[in-house]
């Protein structure tokens, strides 16, 4: 009897081991190491010779989109490495470009991003040819959840706005993103009460996450006719969202405080602002 009980067991603890297994990347083969290998050390030859004989199907089952044991691929790890000319040649060779884009912003690697947006719209138009009906995929968001890097609803715009860099915003605007509109806290659209019954966690951080990037400066002065106003805008939402949602409260202060900085910066340029000032 007990020892019924002993099998059973451990068939539990096998079935809750493979469900933990699944999520870890396969062990790489000899090729996909020696692939892997060549391009972390920049060696543009070899990674090129191999990706042919991958892309003719004679090589000694490459698959060019593995991944090391901490989950980081090709384009990861020439990313990492800064090397543009690699990042250009295994996008030219056809590597899945998945989160590459919003992991090249994360690094302020200017040229990848340029690089990776101009894939992007190829890959966006080919997309509009074949089902024009059908909602527009981005490559950053064909990434399994259970090992993205980002959170699903992260987007290039706000990754760049939250590290404030001002050119790669100046180039995704210039290319049509479009800015994060949050939704009021009491919103009763269709996606916010579906978001709120699945998990309202999910929908504040998603909103702060979205205010995060309406408070950079960057952002701020390339999307705006007029920053102080908008500035002035956003400190007072930022202060009724404070009041609105308690439990996230120190997050929005903190915002409120960077917003208010700049205003204060911009204060001392012109002398008409104090009375504005006056006004939050
Ligand atoms: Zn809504």
Redesign the pocket.
């Known amino acids: 009897m007990s020892d019924v009980k002993f099998e059973k067991d451990m068939e539990a603890t096998t079935e809750s081991t493979d469900d933990y297994v699944l999520h870890l990347p396969r062990p790489l083969n000899l090729e996909e190491k020696k692939y892997l290998l060549a391009v972390e050390r920049g060696d543009l030859p070899n990674v090129k010779r191999l990706l042919q004989l991958a892309n003719k199907g004679k090589g000694k089952q490459l698959d060019m989109n593995c991944v090391d044991s901490l989950g980081r691929g090709a384009l990861t790890l020439a990313l990492e490495a800064e090397n543009l000319e690699m990042v250009e040649l295994l996008v030219v060779m056809g590597v899945e470009t998945k989160d590459a884009l919003l992991h090249a912003i994360d690094q302020e690697f200017v040229e990848a991003v340029e690089l990776l947006l101009e894939h992007e719209e190829l890959l966006t138009a080919n997309q509009v040819i074949e089902n024009a009906e059908k909602e527009i995929i981005h490559s950053w968001q064909k990434v399994d959840p259970a090992s993205a890097r980002y959170p699903m609803d992260m987007t290039p715009l706000v990754l760049a706005a939250q590290r404030n860099n001002y050119e790669i915003l100046k180039l995704l605007l210039d290319r049509g993103a479009t800015l994060p509109m949050p ?2 806290v009491r ?3 269709d ?2 009460l579906q978001a709120a019954t699945g998990d309202p966690l999910r929908l504040s951080s998603t909103r702060i996450s979205e205010y995060k990037a309406l408070a950079s400066p960057s952002l701020i002065a390339l999307s705006s006719t007029d920053p102080l106003m908008t500035a002035f805008r956003l400190s007072w939402e930022l202060r009724e969202l404070a009041i609105s949602e308690p439990e996230s409260r120190g997050e929005y202060m903190k915002l409120r405080r960077q917003v208010e900085k700049q205003v204060f910066h911009c204060r001392e340029c012109s002398p008409d602002i104090l009375f504005l000032y006056t006004l939050i």
Do not use: T
Request: overall charge negative; aromatic content about 0%.
């Open positions: 939704h009021d919103c009763g659209c996606d916010c």
